[in-house]
């Protein structure tokens, strides 16, 4: 089954600054790639997606690229700003039968 | 409120004792997954629904966990004979097959075995 790998577990970064966090998956047959933001004590919710015939996407400040070949992908932050404080997960999947599976989680601090 | 609701919300229950969970998706999804969170953990996969079928379910788990999905619309995990090691938040998420693929997930039930 699909394993995902997330690094770093915890990122400070000054606001302003970019942060990039990197995830690696197993699942050859994977195509869709999620990012979700789960701030403290509420439920994941989506920040950006990726599928695998795309290999980078932009929404506003954060950014998402997939290399397929080397199975890895990764979120950016730029301009970073202290509501950015969050845990971020990355995941992995073949929408057509498999379930989601989710890394460990990439605790964000942005400090002002 | 048309997003994904759980009960209980909480639930301290005794070493030995079973308890169930119920996740009601939001109405128009035909996928429903439940998945495990502890502190400090990404969300760990423990089954999921299309419509009433249960097409996939976790190597990992325990026998002592089931879930339904009987009339493809809400769904119940339960635990048989819980361990302190059930401890955990159970997060229930529904999705529409073939569009988007966003995961929507409810608030948790969050489960304290003593």
């Known amino acids: 089954g699909e394993n995902v790998e997330q690094h770093p577990s915890t990122l400070s970064v000054q606001e302003g600054d970019s942060a990039v966090i990197k995830c690696t998956y197993s699942d050859s047959a994977s195509n869709y790639f999620p990012w979700y933001k789960q701030e403290l004590g509420k439920r994941p919710q989506l920040i950006i997606d990726?599928?695998?015939?795309?290999g980078e996407k932009k929404d506003q400040r954060i950014a998402v690229t997939l290399n397929k070949t080397a199975k890895h992908f990764s979120l950016h932050i730029t301009e970073t700003q202290p509501e950015d404080s969050a845990v971020y997960f990355c995941a992995a999947s073949n929408q057509a039968g498999t379930a989601l599976i989710f890394g460990k989680g990439t605790t964000l601090s942005v400090s002002s | 409120d048309t997003g994904v609701s759980q009960d209980p919300r909480h639930k301290i229950t005794k070493r030995g004792q079973n308890v169930t969970f119920r996740c009601d998706p939001i109405s128009e999804h035909n996928r429903l997954y439940w998945y495990r969170q502890t502190l400090g953990q990404g969300p760990e996969f423990l089954t999921y629904f299309q419509n009433e079928a249960q097409l996939e379910k976790s190597r990992l788990l325990s026998d002592r966990f089931s879930a339904e999905r009987p009339k493809g619309s809400f769904s119940t995990l339960e635990i048989q004979r819980t361990e302190q090691g059930d401890s955990a938040m159970y997060l229930c998420a529904s999705s529409l097959a073939f569009t988007s693929g966003e995961l929507f997930f409810g608030e948790g039930s969050r489960l304290t075995v003593l």
């Open positions: 990726i599928r695998s015939n795309v």
